[in-house]
C-alpha cells in the first residue's frame, strides 16, 4: 500500500526539518494545516542537496550530489523513490509543476563544490536565485494551490524574500563560510577587513529587499500568510541586531536570536495578524 510508504517518506521529511531547523519548523507550524506537508517535502530535499555541499567534507561530495541528481531525475521520471525525501518531493514538484525552478537550485548546488568567490553582480545575483529564490517560488506555488495568476502577481516578491533571506544568512555566516568552506558570497567584500560602510551598504540592501517582500506578503492567503510573516519578522530582527553588531565581532562569531526573543516575534506577529496590523 504505497499510501502509508508516501506517509512515511512525508515523515522523513519532517524530522529532517525539525532537526536542522527550529526556526523555519516554527514557521510552518504557524501555516495552514493543508500546506504544511508540501512546505516539509520542499525542505526536506532543499536541506538535503544542501548537506551534501556543508557538511559532508571527507566524502566525495561532488558523487554525492550527482548521484542525488541522478535519483531524484528517476524519482521524478518513475513517481516513486525508495529514498524517502525523494519520493516525497518528485510528488509535490509533479502536483505544482515546478521542475523548471528545481533545476536552477541544483546548479547552485553545484556551484557550491567549486565557486570559492563571486566577483560580479551577475555572478552573485545567479547563485542567490538558484539556492534561495527559486525555493521562495516552490513555497509559493504551494501557498497560491498552484494558481499560475497568483503565482505571477506574487513571484517578484517571492524572489525578494528569498533573496533577503538567503544575504541575511550570507551575513550572519560570514565567519564560517569563509574560514571552514573557503567562500566568499558578497562581490567585492574583504572578510578580513570589513568595513562599517560595507556593512552598512550590504544591510541597506538587505532592507530593500525585504521591503518588496513585504507588499507580496500582505496579498498572500490566508492560509500561508501569518507562517510567512513570523518568519519576516524573525530575518527582520536578525538583520535588525546584525546592523547593531560591530564588524569584527560579525567576523567572530555568528549572530544568532535567543529563544526567548524568538518567542516574542511570535507573539507579537500573532497580535499584529489577528488585528490586520500587517495589512
Given at each position: 500500500?504505497?499510501?502509508?510508504?508516501?506517509?512515511?517518506?512525508?515523515?522523513?521529511?519532517?524530522?529532517?526539518?525539525?532537526n536542522?531547523?527550529?526556526?523555519?519548523?516554527?514557521?510552518i507550524?504557524?501555516?495552514?494545516?493543508?500546506?504544511?506537508?508540501?512546505?516539509?517535502?520542499?525542505?526536506?530535499?532543499?536541506?538535503?542537496?544542501?548537506?551534501?555541499?556543508?557538511?559532508?567534507?571527507?566524502?566525495?561530495?561532488?558523487?554525492?550530489?550527482?548521484?542525488?541528481?541522478?535519483?531524484?531525475?528517476?524519482?521524478?521520471?518513475?513517481?516513486?523513490?525508495?529514498?524517502?525525501?525523494?519520493?516525497?518531493?518528485?510528488?509535490?514538484?509533479?502536483?505544482?509543476?515546478m521542475?523548471?525552478?528545481?533545476?536552477?537550485?541544483?546548479?547552485?548546488m553545484?556551484?557550491?563544490?567549486?565557486?570559492?568567490?563571486?566577483?560580479?553582480?551577475?555572478?552573485?545575483?545567479?547563485?542567490?536565485?538558484?539556492?534561495?529564490?527559486?525555493?521562495?517560488?516552490m513555497?509559493?506555488?504551494?501557498?497560491?494551490?498552484?494558481?499560475?495568476?497568483?503565482?505571477?502577481?506574487?513571484?517578484?516578491?517571492?524572489?525578494?524574500?528569498?533573496?533577503?533571506?538567503?544575504?541575511?544568512?550570507?551575513?550572519?555566516?560570514?565567519k564560517?563560510?569563509?574560514?571552514?568552506?573557503?567562500?566568499?558570497?558578497?562581490?567585492?567584500?574583504?572578510?578580513?577587513?570589513?568595513?562599517?560602510?560595507?556593512?552598512?551598504?550590504?544591510?541597506?540592501?538587505?532592507?530593500?529587499?525585504?521591503?518588496?517582500?513585504?507588499?507580496?506578503?500582505?496579498?498572500?492567503?490566508?492560509?500561508?500568510?501569518?507562517?510567512?510573516?513570523?518568519?519576516?519578522?524573525?530575518?527582520?530582527?536578525?538583520?535588525?541586531?546584525?546592523?547593531?553588531?560591530?564588524?569584527?565581532?560579525?567576523?567572530?562569531?555568528?549572530?544568532?536570536?535567543?529563544?526567548?526573543?524568538?518567542?516574542?516575534?511570535?507573539?507579537?506577529?500573532?497580535?499584529?495578524?489577528?488585528?490586520?496590523?500587517?495589512?
Amino acid at each position: 500500500m504505497k499510501s502509508l510508504f508516501d506517509k512515511s517518506s512525508l515523515d522523513c521529511s519532517k524530522r529532517i526539518t525539525k532537526n536542522y531547523s527550529t526556526s523555519f519548523s516554527l514557521a510552518i507550524k504557524m501555516l495552514s494545516p493543508k500546506i504544511q506537508d508540501d512546505i516539509y517535502a520542499i525542505y526536506g530535499f532543499v536541506r538535503c542537496a544542501d548537506e551534501i555541499v556543508d557538511s559532508f567534507e571527507g566524502y566525495d561530495q561532488e558523487e554525492l550530489l550527482s548521484e542525488f541528481e541522478i535519483e531524484f531525475h528517476k524519482a521524478y521520471d518513475r513517481k516513486i523513490s525508495l529514498n524517502p525525501v525523494l519520493n516525497a518531493f518528485q510528488e509535490v514538484v509533479h502536483r505544482f509543476d515546478m521542475m523548471d525552478l528545481v533545476i536552477p537550485f541544483l546548479k547552485s548546488m553545484r556551484m557550491d563544490l567549486h565557486k570559492t568567490e563571486y566577483l560580479t553582480k551577475s555572478e552573485y545575483e545567479e547563485y542567490i536565485y538558484g539556492s534561495a529564490d527559486v525555493v521562495g517560488l516552490m513555497c509559493l506555488l504551494v501557498f497560491v494551490e498552484g494558481d499560475r495568476v497568483k503565482y505571477n502577481e506574487l513571484k517578484s516578491s517571492a524572489m525578494k524574500l528569498g533573496s533577503a533571506f538567503q544575504k541575511v544568512n550570507f551575513l550572519r555566516d560570514l565567519k564560517h563560510d569563509s574560514e571552514t568552506l573557503g567562500r566568499v558570497y558578497f562581490p567585492s567584500i574583504d572578510v578580513n577587513n570589513l568595513s562599517h560602510d560595507c556593512k552598512r551598504k550590504l544591510v541597506a540592501e538587505i532592507d530593500a529587499d525585504f521591503k518588496e517582500a513585504l507588499i507580496g506578503i500582505k496579498m498572500l492567503p490566508k492560509s500561508a500568510k501569518f507562517g510567512v510573516y513570523t518568519a519576516y519578522k524573525y530575518y527582520k530582527s536578525l538583520l535588525k541586531k546584525i546592523a547593531k553588531t560591530e564588524p569584527e565581532e560579525i567576523l567572530n562569531k555568528r549572530i544568532r536570536v535567543d529563544d526567548f526573543s524568538k518567542l516574542f516575534i511570535v507573539s507579537k506577529s500573532y497580535v499584529r495578524y489577528q488585528l490586520n496590523m500587517t495589512l
